[in-house]
């Protein structure tokens, strides 16, 4: 059953719906989109709770998938029009790591929304590495450099120190890696003939599907995880480990999911694929509105048993302002998740850039590549131009502002300052190679990996 808009928003213009005769000539009405049951995968719920599909002409259909893997496999072959991807899928389809297919992006998704959970042993081995405020409580953001301690006693013992993380081109697998190198952790390394990407590793990464974290935390299996939410807030609520720190932590308003269609389905579709990612800018304004004053309704949403199915205390720990690291220890973190702020639903091809370093770095590009070759591949993938023509059909519909879109953004967000991100490293999408470089683990220039040593 949709949700009633309130009286507020409903006579707003900025969610007003558009009369029939400004509907796009959709080329196909009937759809099928995937998705994965994590919060972020807000916009689709709330497009076809709120009418805004509708609004364009389109009958949606919202199917969740057993995994990333399986979500990608159906939108190459057709079982869906569409899905909540995560970011790299898309990139690593169309350069061919692992599944090869031509895969693009009108639309990101959102900012931030993951965290690093480690097991209620792992933390108290943390602890006295961890520097205290005057009321004794731990400071944040937390650097690896805490765990190193704990890695290595493992390590002297002859034990395997096992993460989990949820797909090896996962925002969630570049983020965990990111904030282990950056405390002196080595995360390993892929090659072609080795793709478990623990060539050379300090701690462990394997895949685990994100609704299966805790329980494997529980059991044992894994000492800590990446994840998106609820489930870092879940492992509080079960009492079985504590959330460390968060993505916003490690790099402030980064990147994270993406809606991801096949090239030929924007070929033979393109006003179906306008009225998509309008619909989707419009629930993503909602999400965020009323200085997220609409949160409690989507984490009701969210809860239901057909979007992510968590208790609605969980999903609401995180989405509507605050964190909850250890018990207790509940936090203001306003911009855990953002759908629309700071442009956050232009695909930028900085943000792009970006995954293909994180790419090269662990040794999934197993060669080094131009800068040109960086900025085509993104271009490839990433496609602002849709994005602009359905933000100005909203802007002429009267559904949203000028100033809600970048317009004249040639592409690449302004350089990452150092006290944005946790190692202090700048990040400029237009210089990937420079980047990579100033980067102190990982391979930079023409190196490789070859039985387990980096070389030149």
Same mark, same amino acid.
């Given at each position: 059953?949709r949700?009633?808009?309130?009286?507020?928003?409903?006579?707003?213009?900025?969610f007003?719906?558009?009369s029939?005769a400004e509907?796009l000539?959709?080329?196909k009405?009937?759809l099928?989109?995937?998705?994965?049951?994590?919060?972020?995968m807000?916009?689709?719920a709330?497009a076809y709770?709120?009418?805004?599909?509708?609004d364009e002409?389109?009958?949606?259909?919202?199917?969740?998938?057993?995994n990333?893997k399986?979500l990608l496999?159906?939108?190459?072959?057709?079982q869906?029009?569409?899905a909540?991807?995560?970011a790299?899928?898309p990139?690593?389809?169309?350069?061919g790591y692992?599944?090869?297919?031509?895969?693009?992006?009108p639309?990101?998704?959102?900012?931030?929304g993951?965290g690093?959970t480690?097991?209620?042993?792992v933390?108290e081995?943390?602890?006295?590495?961890?520097?205290?405020?005057?009321?004794?409580?731990?400071?944040?953001?937390i650097?690896?450099?805490a765990l190193?301690p704990?890695?290595?006693?493992?390590a002297?013992?002859g034990l395997?120190f096992?993460m989990?993380?949820v797909?090896?081109?996962?925002?969630?697998?570049?983020?965990?890696?990111?904030?282990?190198?950056?405390g002196?952790i080595?995360?390993?390394?892929?090659t072609?003939e080795?793709?478990?990407?623990?060539?050379a590793?300090?701690v462990?990464?394997?895949?685990?599907?994100?609704?299966?974290?805790p329980?494997?935390?529980?059991?044992g299996?894994?000492?800590g995880?990446?994840?998106?939410?609820p489930?870092?807030?879940?492992?509080?609520?079960?009492?079985i480990?504590?959330p460390?720190?968060?993505d916003? @932590?490690?790099? #402030?308003?980064?990147? /994270?999911?993406?809606?991801?269609?096949? +090239?030929e !389905?924007a070929e033979?579709?393109?006003?179906?694929?306008?009225?998509?990612?309008k619909?989707?800018?419009?629930?993503?304004?909602?999400?965020?509105a009323n200085?997220?004053?609409?949160?409690?309704?989507?984490?009701e949403i969210?809860?239901?048993s057909?979007y992510?199915?968590?208790?609605?205390d969980?999903i609401?720990?995180?989405?509507t302002g605050?964190?909850?690291?250890?018990k207790?220890?509940?936090?203001?973190?306003p911009?855990?998740n953002?759908f629309?702020r700071?442009?956050a639903t232009?695909p930028?091809?900085?943000d792009?850039?970006?995954?293909?370093t994180?790419?090269?770095r662990w040794?999934?590009?197993p060669?080094?590549?131009?800068d040109?070759?960086y900025?085509?591949?993104?271009k490839?993938?990433?496609k602002?131009?849709?994005?602009? @023509?359905a933000? #100005?059909?909203l802007? /002429?519909?009267?559904?949203?502002?000028? +100033?809600? !879109?970048?317009w004249?953004?040639?592409?690449?967000?302004a350089?990452?300052?150092?006290?944005?991100i946790?190692?202090?490293?700048?990040?400029?999408?237009?210089?990937?190679?420079?980047?990579i470089?100033?980067?102190t683990?990982?391979?930079?220039?023409?190196q490789?990996?070859q039985?387990d040593?980096v070389t030149?």
């Amino acid at each position: 059953m949709r949700y009633a808009i309130s009286m507020a928003v409903a006579t707003s213009f900025a969610f007003a719906a558009p009369s029939y005769a400004e509907m796009l000539d959709v080329e196909k009405d009937e759809l099928t989109l995937g998705f994965i049951k994590l919060t972020d995968m807000a916009p689709l719920a709330i497009a076809y709770e709120m009418g805004y599909f509708e609004d364009e002409g389109l009958y949606v259909t919202l199917e969740p998938q057993a995994n990333w893997k399986v979500l990608l496999d159906r939108v190459i072959d057709g079982q869906l029009d569409g899905a909540h991807m995560l970011a790299g899928q898309p990139i690593a389809a169309t350069i061919g790591y692992g599944t090869e297919a031509h895969i693009i992006t009108p639309f990101s998704m959102d900012l931030n929304g993951n965290g690093i959970t480690v097991s209620n042993e792992v933390w108290e081995q943390m602890l006295p590495h961890i520097t205290k405020d005057d009321a004794g409580k731990p400071v944040h953001p937390i650097s690896a450099a805490a765990l190193k301690p704990v890695v290595d006693d493992y390590a002297n013992q002859g034990l395997p120190f096992n993460m989990g993380m949820v797909f090896p081109v996962s925002t969630h697998n570049y983020e965990l890696r990111y904030w282990l190198a950056a405390g002196g952790i080595e995360p390993g390394y892929y090659t072609p003939e080795d793709v478990s990407g623990q060539l050379a590793a300090d701690v462990l990464l394997s895949v685990t599907p994100p609704p299966q974290m805790p329980a494997t935390l529980e059991a044992g299996t894994i000492l800590g995880y990446c994840v998106g939410e609820p489930w870092n807030q879940a492992a509080v609520f079960k009492g079985i480990g504590v959330p460390v720190v968060t993505d916003y @932590e490690i790099w #402030k308003n980064n990147p /994270e999911k993406v809606f991801g269609i096949t +090239a030929e !389905f924007a070929e033979e579709n393109p006003n179906t694929t306008l009225a998509l990612t309008k619909a989707l800018i419009r629930a993503a304004m909602w999400l965020d509105a009323n200085e997220n004053g609409n949160r409690p309704e989507a984490v009701e949403i969210l809860s239901r048993s057909e979007y992510v199915g968590a208790d609605y205390d969980v999903i609401a720990a995180s989405m509507t302002g605050t964190f909850e690291y250890e018990k207790g220890d509940v936090r203001e973190v306003p911009d855990f998740n953002v759908f629309f702020r700071y442009f956050a639903t232009y695909p930028y091809y900085s943000d792009a850039v970006w995954y293909l370093t994180q790419m090269r770095r662990w040794g999934q590009i197993p060669e080094g590549q131009s800068d040109e070759w960086y900025d085509e591949t993104a271009k490839n993938v990433y496609k602002p131009e849709i994005y602009l @023509e359905a933000a #100005k059909l909203l802007v /002429e519909d009267g559904l949203a502002s000028e +100033a809600d !879109f970048p317009w004249d953004t040639d592409g690449y967000r302004a350089p990452t300052p150092e006290t944005d991100i946790i190692d202090g490293v700048v990040y400029d999408g237009r210089t990937p190679n420079a980047y990579i470089d100033s980067l102190t683990i990982g391979l930079k220039g023409s190196q490789t990996v070859q039985d387990d040593i980096v070389t030149n």
